[in-house]
């Protein structure tokens, strides 16, 4: 089970940080993702802290122990989304999802 | 450019069976691993079902084990999701993805909506 924060808020200009927790989670790869009202989920960070191509460098992630973090730095109001964690469990197939946590930029 | 394009969703009685499509292009697809995932109205994103390139690996998340049945076409570039005894809790956006590096899900079509 990955728990993260139902909300975050923050201004405009700010760092937004977003958590993932699970137990030893920094054992395993995170992986992150945007989804904006309407849309698909956009991958924007994979492997803990890569980016795919086309993926601003205001967005970085980072994990250990047993938090995952997202930083968005030089928040936007574009930025305004819904991010949620995952992880593929084991060297199987298995994948799961964090419940989501709602990003709004004030 | 990589493209995914569901279909298959409808509105179907409870206890009735679904499939759903997934039509792929602007990628090797033999080549890839593949997934289904879900999202119910207003709610988080559920993974649903894994496939391995040659389809000889599959994995289903607990809710559809015994009841979904995910396959592949690698001569039509084409995923499925076979649905069976569908239940009121199976409505939900199902988009198909495929994965990439450490398990995530790269690339996503926009979704075809079941509603039982």
């Known amino acids: 089970v990955l728990t993260q924060p139902p909300s975050v808020s923050v201004a405009p200009g700010q760092t937004a940080r977003i958590t993932c927790g699970g137990p030893?989670?920094?054992?395993?790869?995170v992986n992150w993702y945007q989804q904006k009202p309407g849309q698909a989920p956009l991958l924007v960070i994979y492997s803990d802290g890569d980016r795919p191509s086309g993926i601003p460098e205001r967005f970085s992630g980072s994990n250990s122990g047993n938090t995952a973090s997202l930083a968005i730095s030089g928040v936007e109001v574009g930025d305004e989304a819904d991010y949620y964690c995952?992880?593929?469990?084991?060297?199987?197939?298995?994948?799961?999802f964090g419940g989501g946590t709602k990003l709004t930029v004030l | 450019q990589v493209q995914l394009v569901e279909s298959g969703g409808g509105v179907v009685q409870p206890g009735r069976s679904l499939r759903l499509s997934c039509a792929a292009s602007?990628?090797?697809?033999?080549?890839?691993?593949l997934n289904w995932v879900r999202q119910a109205p207003g709610k988080g994103l559920e993974w649903v079902a894994f496939?391995?390139?040659?389809?000889?690996?599959?994995y289903n998340a607990e809710s559809a084990m015994g009841r979904f049945i995910i396959s592949r076409d690698n001569s039509k570039n084409r995923l499925y999701l076979q649905m069976n005894s569908l239940g009121l809790g199976d409505t939900a956006l199902y988009y198909c993805?495929?994965?990439?590096?450490?398990?995530?899900?790269?690339?996503w079509g926009q979704g075809t909506q079941v509603t039982v």
């Open positions: 995952q992880v593929r469990l084991g060297a199987g197939g298995h994948r799961v």
């Open positions: 030893s989670i920094g054992r395993t790869a």
């Open positions: 602007g990628f090797t697809f033999s080549s890839s691993y």
């Open positions: 993805a495929t994965d990439g590096e450490s398990g995530s899900l790269d690339h």
């Open positions: 496939i391995s390139s040659d389809g000889q690996d599959k």
